[in-house]
Structure formats: structure tokens, C-alpha cells
């Protein structure tokens, strides 16, 4: 436990020694290797926030506290969530080299249904419902096709992200009439997601961080995980090492108002996958977590490949 706990702390910190040697730390976009599609990533700055809910918010549950203070380190993140457009080129990719490290990289099982209940694919849709293990098996692939280490976010790294600096229950504010206009859930989703981008974004450029679909995290979900992570924590994270409950953050298009706030938290449950006909149940499809995607992180520097490796194979498995 130690050893991996040590492990990922070295794929999620970044000294300032690190961090004033990167010069390029903005914007960038990137075109995945054989491909048109392209995808956006933009800096979130090192910060201190309070993280979790105050027991005087009407909405606030156990699980969102008691609010504490947590530093986390600078990183990029997707600005949008992450589309069919890309994850089908992993789920596609059929290369042949036997000396490929990209061959490497086990590819989900097909889909015996489609899992996007014809909601949408091509153009800028969210992909959805994949396991966790799913979600970083692709960022494992797209390290091997760029050279970048990518990741999911961190429990404490997503709600910072998502907050943009606001203490408010939503990034733009307490009154959750204005959610229509960055976010979409039950209220106005018509009970489908939507093209990435369609909403208003948050104050550092992130579009659907409340809402559309709810958002894989690094973290085992811990319902006391503002005790587990201790006093005047940096860059926390409760380490994934069992299948159920994972964290998931954000919300989706299904859940209500609430559930959108950005101290929210959620849980994988095994009934995420109930209609599932297989023996034994698929690790990679979730055929009644419809409204689960996720989002990508890089780090702000690189960890050595062997540390990349190391991190991938807690998550993958492989």
C-alpha cells in the first residue's frame, strides 16, 4: 500500500522547481497520430481551495466534508469532455506491428449493444459508458501514440478545476436557475447528452464540468474521504484497489440540479452494469452507466517511463 501510494504521488506531483523550468505551461491543441480529430488542453494553475460542502448548505451531504483545505499542484485539463471522435480511434485501432508499443495496449471488448443508445457518436458527443479501467486503458493508448502522459483527474483536482476559483455551489454562483446555461441535466437534457461545448464554460475555459456526462476520477471513492486525507492535504488521493465504488464527479445528464454542484460526489455501483448478459460482467462496458464518461489530465511535468508503466498497470491492469 505504502509503495503505491508513493507510486502515484509521483505521477501527480510537480515541484516549483519542475514547474518554473516548463516555459510553455498555456493552451494547446494536439492531433492524435494517424488521425484528423484533435483535442484541446488548457493550464490549471497550482492553488489552495476549500474543498467539500459547508454543513450549513441546505444541499450538503456526509460525504462532502467536513470542508477542508487542500493544495493541489498545476496541471492541464481537457477542456471538454472526452468524444467519440477520439475514443474511437482507440477502440478502432487495429495496427498490425508486432514491434508497436501501441499494439501493446488491449483494446475493449466489443459493445453487444450500442451503448450510446443512439444518442449520438460522431461530431463531438461524449463518449459514455465505460468502466474506469476503461477510461485509463485509453489514456495508457494515447500515451503510447503521442509520447504524453495523460491521466484521469484526481477527486481533488476535478473539484478545484471546476470551481475556477469560486467558493460558490456552482462555478457561477449559489442559485441553480443559471444552470441551464452552463449545464446539461434532467432539467432541460431531455434525458440525453449533448455535443461537448454547447454550454457556457467555467472562468479557466472548461466546458461541461457540471452536467452532460458525469466524470471518472483517480480515486477508490471513501464516503470519509475528507478524514482519510488528513490535515493540510496536497495533492490527495485515495488509491483505486477494488473494482466498486470508484469516484465519479460532476453529475450527468439525468441527475437533478443537486447532484451538479461542485462538492457533489458519486459512486460506481454494481448495478451500473445489471443488463449485462455476460458471465462474467464486462470490465469495460457499463450498460446502465449510460451517463458516465470522462475527462483527461497531464501532469505538468512528465514522470519517467518506467513510473508511467508502473501507474498505468495499477489502473489497467496490464
Known amino acids: 500500500m505504502k509503495q503505491l501510494i508513493t507510486l502515484l504521488n509521483v505521477c ?11 516555459g510553455d505551461f498555456k493552451p494547446y491543441e494536439t492531433t492524435i497520430p ?3 480529430v484533435k483535442f484541446t488542453m488548457t493550464p490549471i494553475p497550482a492553488g489552495s481551495f476549500d474543498m467539500g460542502s459547508s454543513d450549513k448548505d441546505p444541499l450538503h ?25 477520439e475514443f474511437l480511434l482507440f477502440f478502432n485501432d487495429q495496427a498490425t506491428s508486432v514491434n508497436s508499443d501501441v499494439d ?16 449520438g457518436k460522431a461530431g463531438g458527443f461524449p463518449v459514455n459508458s465505460m468502466s474506469q479501467m476503461a477510461a485509463a486503458t485509453y489514456c495508457r493508448w494515447l500515451y503510447k501514440k503521442t509520447g504524453v502522459f495523460y491521466r484521469l483527474p484526481t477527486e481533488a483536482e476535478w473539484e478545484y478545476a471546476s470551481r475556477a476559483g469560486k467558493t ?35 472562468a479557466w475555459g472548461l466546458y461541461d464540468m457540471l452536467g452532460n ?58 448495478s451500473w452494469n445489471r443488463r449485462d448478459p455476460q458471465i462474467p460482467k464486462s470490465k469495460w462496458w457499463l ?8 475527462r483527461l489530465v497531464r501532469p505538468l511535468v512528465q514522470p519517467s517511463a518506467d513510473e508511467i508503466e508502473a501507474f498505468y498497470k495499477n489502473y489497467t491492469g496490464r
Open 12 to 22: 501527480l506531483a510537480f515541484s516549483s522547481f519542475a514547474q518554473n523550468s516548463v
Open 34 to 36: 494517424g488521425s484528423t
Open 61 to 85: 451531504k456526509p460525504d462532502e466534508g467536513p470542508q477542508k483545505q487542500v493544495t493541489v499542484d498545476a496541471f492541464w485539463m481537457g477542456v471538454h469532455e472526452v468524444t467519440y471522435d
Open 104 to 119: 501493446a495496449v488491449t483494446r475493449p471488448t466489443p459493445q453487444y449493444i450500442d451503448l450510446s443508445w443512439g444518442m
Open 168 to 202: 460558490t455551489a456552482y462555478y457561477f454562483g449559489d442559485d441553480s436557475a443559471s444552470l441551464g446555461d452552463y449545464g446539461w441535466f434532467a432539467g432541460n437534457s431531455g434525458l440525453k447528452y449533448h455535443k461537448v461545448g454547447e454550454k457556457k464554460p467555467n
Open 213 to 270: 456526462v458525469a466524470e471518472w476520477t483517480l480515486d477508490q471513492y471513501d464516503e470519509n474521504y475528507f478524514t482519510t486525507i488528513g490535515d493540510n492535504p496536497k495533492n490527495p488521493l485515495v488509491p483505486a484497489e477494488k473494482r466498486y465504488p470508484r469516484s465519479v464527479r460532476g453529475g450527468g445528464y439525468l441527475e437533478n440540479a443537486g447532484a451538479l454542484r461542485c462538492a457533489s460526489r458519486d459512486k460506481s455501483i454494481a
Open 287 to 294: 450498460t446502465d452507466g449510460m451517463q458516465v464518461g470522462f
